[in-house]
């Protein structure tokens, strides 16, 4: 179970990014962030993972707390928390299966991770991953070579392999089509129940939101001001988040 207590962050005096910030998450769900440009969304998914120091409150783990976790508690935890970008965040001229078993240098000495050290064992388990999201005959392919919607589905595998808890997806679908949005949002519904993981992902896309995921939190200026299944966002709450009608955005 993910939990998250409290959460502060600011970073301005007297100018909250995040205030009070509470939900816990079990294995199995997805879960989408919304709420306007600003609001927070990605501060919460940067200190999930630690890549900000917050203010105040607790991320717990299974229990453990990464934000009083040391230095090699917090790599132990970070290997059980994948990251799926926006920007894909792939390494262009290397293959596809090279970049799914980047995911793997988190268990790596330093000197394996610089030379490429894996096992046959990792390199049949890449194989297997991008068989699930549709990509193996691409595997010996460059990164360069691919559209915007397959680079994303080697970032999934890629956060696949290190067998983590949770996978935090940071607008995975803003540079994609239509078309490719709806297929990477299933795939990552599918995968979150298939390996009983929790899956949290920032959205701007609201219709999909509200169609993919099972549960919705809304964010205003830093706040929680939403947080119930999917099924339950109305046109009152977007108004309430959005400050505006954006009825369009359920259709």
């Not at 549960?215 to 309430?240: A, W, Y």
Request: proline fraction near 2%; glycine fraction near 8%.
């Amino acid at each position: 179970m993910l939990e998250v207590k409290h959460l502060e962050k600011s970073y301005q005096k007297d100018k909250p990014a995040l205030t009070d910030i509470n939900f816990s998450v079990e294995p199995g769900t997805f879960v989408a962030i919304i709420g306007p440009s600003g609001a927070g969304k990605t501060t919460i998914l940067r200190s999930l993972n630690q890549l900000i120091k917050d203010d105040g409150g607790q991320i717990l783990l299974d229990g453990g707390d990464l934000r009083t976790a040391n230095k090699t508690q917090l790599r132990g935890y970070r290997r059980q928390i994948g990251m799926v970008f926006q920007n894909y965040n792939l390494v262009e001229r290397l293959t596809v299966i090279e970049n799914v078993l980047h995911g793997r240098l988190g268990y790596k000495s330093t000197l394996a991770g610089m030379f490429g050290r894996y096992t046959e064992a990792e390199k049949q388990e890449a194989m297997t991953l991008l068989e699930k999201v549709g990509l193996e005959e691409f595997a010996l392919r460059r990164c360069s070579e691919l559209s915007g919607g397959q680079k994303q589905r080697v970032g999934i595998a890629r956060s696949l392999i290190q067998h983590p808890k949770v996978i935090l997806c940071d607008e995975p679908i803003a540079s994609l089509d239509p078309a490719s949005s709806q297929t990477v949002m299933q795939l990552l519904k599918d995968l979150t129940t298939e390996f009983n993981i929790i899956c949290i992902a920032n959205l701007h896309q609201i219709g999909l939101a509200k169609d993919y995921a099972d549960r919705i939190i809304g964010i205003r200026h830093g706040k929680m001001v939403f947080d119930e299944d999917s099924d339950m966002l109305s046109e009152e709450i977007l108004e309430t988040l959005y400050d505006q009608n954006v009825t369009e955005e359920l259709n």
